[in-house]
């Protein structure tokens, strides 16, 4: 059975959007996530300008500037309220993990 679209993110399209909670442009989150995420994450420039087209078609970012070929972007407040339910499944995910193992009796 197939996921529905943006029902759950990628840890790509959850740091993209993360990133856009200030205005970017492409370049700018290319260099970005690896640097929010110690390097464990980067995104190829083929998967961000398909990830962002795919994100202005769904309302979730907002283009703000075109300068040339440049262009940038911030999230939309549906894109926010997406990031936000994200944080919360992997926040329950998390808490499930602690309880099923019993980390939380350590903590």
């Known amino acids: 059975m197939a996921r529905a679209k943006f029902h759950t993110l990628s840890e790509q399209m959850f740091y993209v959007l993360l990133c856009l909670r200030e205005e970017r442009c492409g370049i ?7 640097a929010m995420t110690g390097g464990r994450v980067r995104v190829g420039s083929g998967t961000l300008y398909n ?14 500037k075109v300068e040339g070929r440049r262009r940038s972007y911030v999230i939309s407040f549906q894109g926010q309220e997406v990031l936000q339910q994200e944080y919360a499944r992997i926040c329950a995910q998390a808490r499930d993990y602690r309880r099923i193992t019993g980390e939380e009796e350590k903590a």
Not at 28 to 34: H, N
Not at 52 to 58: D, G, H, I, R, V
């Open 51 to 64: 990830l962002l087209e795919q994100f202005l078609e769904a309302g979730f970012i907002l283009e703000t």
């Open 28 to 34: 700018d989150i290319l260099d970005q996530v690896p």
